[in-house]
T-cell receptor, first 111, second 114 residues
């Protein structure tokens, strides 16, 4: 079993839709949770960063962490074609810098 | 501001040839540096990380090696490339910000071994 599981997609939605991207994990020691966005042939860029459980909102993006279920989500409201990218979840244990990544979900937003 | 550079951007090499990929960071000193490989459908695989000059930790035994000759320079090398070395190579450094303290990635090098 992988430490972090993520559906590879692709996930295709029309412009304006609400998108839900998810990851599950097995290691209860993870405390820091990140979402990276990666455009084709580019390096990943940090999109959202959360510590422990709860929600964090930044514009159209909301990151949600449910540590009891070992489940994290990224919601994108009013999705735009420019949101078309691969979204990677990542997580780490407090005090350690090593990140464990999901395989990424490819999102396609059509105009 | 802190920035990270990688070169070359793309590389096509024959099997058995040597490899040298370079990563440099600006705007910070003594950063923790990382080399990742991203293969299609397999996510990011951590290859090496370094906490200082000459200090290299290997995560996966393989055909590659890394060196850190200067504080803000990280080099990925191979003496003889294999077909399986093809992939997208990413360098990252640890960056502290107002609301985060995480890894930031360079633009990557796409390597094709023929």
């Amino acid at each position: 079993q992988k430490e972090v599981e993520q559906d590879p997609g692709p996930l295709s939605v029309p412009e304006g839709a609400i998108v839900s991207l998810n990851c599950t994990y097995s290691n209860s020691a993870f405390q820091y949770f990140m979402w990276y966005r990666q455009y084709s042939r580019k390096g990943p860029e940090l999109l959202m960063y959360t510590y422990s459980s709860g929600n964090k909102e930044d514009g159209r993006f909301t990151a949600q962490v449910d540590k009891s279920s070992k489940y994290i989500s990224l919601f994108i409201r009013d999705s735009q074609p420019s949101d078309s990218a691969t979204y990677l979840c990542a997580m780490r244990i407090a005090g350690f810098q090593k990140l464990v990544f999901g395989t990424g979900t490819r999102l396609l937003v059509s105009p | 501001s802190q920035t990270i550079h990688q070169w070359p951007a793309t590389l096509v090499q024959p099997v058995g040839s040597p490899l040298s990929l370079e990563c440099t960071v600006e705007g910070t000193s003594n950063p923790n540096l990382y080399w990742y490989r991203q293969a299609a459908g397999r996510g990011l695989q951590l290859l090496f990380y370094s906490v200082g000059i000459g200090q290299i930790s290997s995560e996966v035994p393989q055909n590659l090696s890394a060196s850190r000759p200067q504080d803000r320079q990280f080099i990925l090398s191979s003496k003889k490339l294999l077909l399986s070395d093809s992939g997208f190579y990413l360098c990252a450094f640890y960056k502290a910000g107002p609301s985060y303290n995480e890894q930031f990635f360079g633009p990557g090098t796409r390597l094709t071994v023929l």
